[in-house]
């Protein structure tokens, strides 16, 4: 299809200064961060080795954790794929299209278009990151054709650029793997520490709402100030780009007897009623917010939303190739935490982090390597898997509330993820642009929320 390609006369103009000065580092991220299934496989030799090193374990021992710990994560990584693939099934049924088809006239000028396309996107992350993931790709599609209709013209990179950056806070939302798995009865986490700790004590914590709140702001005007005043021709869409990405269900014919039965609404109507009429039964009875039931709840709203089983089986169909990813690495992860385990990794690495450490700065600390470690395992479900065991044992030792070390771990995951390419490529997709029509505004966003970030972690580390 026909997208915007850049050219350095038009780029100079489009781009304020913050961003230009980032390109070289974008053009680097860009074009020698392999793909994340290498990430994954170098993650587990470099782990294998420092196993080797670190500790009194031989290659057998090596060999036998990580064989092991191969299918440590099955459950994990199935509530982690379906909740993409959910989430994404979600933001595509017809009734959320055609909310956001009228979403997109409120705004009235391009300014005020990408922050609106922000705060929206930035709202379904919060409710979960993978619906979010494809309301802001969708939400930009239908703003830049409607400014199209309007013959405004308007920049469909610095739109998309404004639906991915809602991603910045994804971690501290409804979805969060973090804190949902350490929520979650019979966890890893829970397995570590002893008990399950509420979302009441990490996403509905009054310091993480509140620096949800101060992040959507500072990042809302952060784009409003980077955000291109002149719009070359170069970074406009025409309907006939946005049409041949449009990923819309399509119903089929009705002519075998057994088509009006999957065209039907009887079926996908009932099972959604059941579904409502269990999460009612389980808050009644006391019951908490879990991956599981978080699931649950995007899977009941499908089959309400959904007219019949074609287009049920359409949106799971069009979601599903963003989920082989999870799939695949997710035992690879589980694998280098079986190393980490049986070699006693873990505990060498949690010394190394105690010896520069105090309870004060252990959360900013954390934070800032979870943000690195984003670059090697961009799944959050994934990282929690890898960090928070190393983190957790360290925040027992110099007295940290482990809710604490949780978030922290999804913060740097969040935060990264603004000039990492993994989560990108399935909006990157739908809006047909590439990585580097985004990263000089993306980068932006990354400065700004990791001041939010780094100073939560301060002041909860004070004790504030």
């Known amino acids: 299809m026909s997208t915007p390609e850049h050219h350095s006369d038009t780029r100079t103009t489009a781009e304020p200064p913050l961003a230009r000065l980032m390109r070289p580092v974008n053009s680097v991220v860009e074009r020698f961060i392999p793909s994340a ?30 064989g092991v710990g191969l299918s440590g994560l099955l459950e994990f990584m199935t509530q982690m794929a379906l909740v993409l693939l959910l989430g994404h099934a979600l933001a595509s049924t017809r009734p959320v299209r055609a909310l956001l088809g009228r979403l997109a006239s409120v705004p009235r000028s391009p300014l005020k278009a990408y922050v609106f396309v922000f705060v929206v996107a930035a709202i379904s992350c919060l409710i979960t990151w993978g619906f979010g993931l494809v309301v802001g790709a969708l939400l930009a599609r239908e703003v830049a054709h409607e400014f199209g209709r309007r013959n405004i013209p308007i920049s469909f990179p610095m739109l998309v650029a404004a639906g991915f950056s809602g991603m910045v806070v994804w971690h501290m939302g409804y979805s969060g793997s973090g804190p949902l798995t350490a929520a979650t009865p019979g966890s890893f986490i829970e397995k570590q520490v002893g008990y399950v700790i509420p979302i009441s004590e990490t996403t509905f914590s009054w310091w993480n709402m509140s620096a949800a709140v101060a992040t959507v702001i500072l990042v809302a005007a952060a784009l409003w100030l980077v955000a291109p005043r002149v719009v070359p021709a170069s970074h406009r869409i025409t309907a006939e780009a946005l049409k041949e990405s449009d990923q819309e269900v399509q119903q089929p014919k009705v002519e075998a007897p057994a088509d009006h039965l999957d065209a039907s609404r ?130 027992a030792r110099l007295d940290v509330d482990p809710s604490v070390m949780i978030m922290a771990v999804a913060y740097g995951d969040q935060w990264t ?11 990157l997709a739908i809006a047909g642009l590439k990585i580097r029509d985004i990263l000089g505004y993306t980068t932006v966003v990354l400065l700004v929320s990791g001041v939010v970030f780094g100073a939560t972690m301060l002041i909860v580390g004070a004790g504030v």
């Not at 290498?38 to 954790?65: C, H, N």
């Not at 993820?417 to 909006?427: E, S, T």
């Open 37 to 66: 299934l290498i990430f994954a496989i170098v993650l587990t030799v470099v782990v294998a080795v420092m196993a080797l090193i670190l500790t009194d374990s031989g290659p057998m021992t090596v060999i036998e954790g990580w």
């Open 266 to 395: 009887l079926p996908t109507l009932l099972i959604g009623i059941a579904l409502v009429a269990y999460l009612v039964i389980h808050f009644a009875h006391g019951g908490s917010v879990t991956l599981n039931i978080v699931n649950w709840m995007f899977l009941a709203l499908i089959f309400l939303l959904s007219r019949n089983s074609f287009e049920v089986m359409g949106l799971i169909k069009n979601a599903a190739s963003n989920v082989g990813d999870i799939l695949l690495q997710f035992p690879l992860y589980a694998g280098i935490m079986g190393i980490m385990t049986a070699t006693g990794l873990i505990q060498v690495l949690s010394d190394s982090i105690v010896a520069v450490a105090s309870p004060q700065t252990l959360g900013l600390l954390a934070f800032l390597s979870a943000g690195l470690v984003n670059f090697f395992v961009p799944s959050g479900g994934g990282q929690v898997a890898i960090q928070a065991p190393i983190l957790l044992d360290a925040a």
């Open 417 to 427: 993820n603004m000039i990492q390419p993994f989560w990108a490529l399935p909006l």
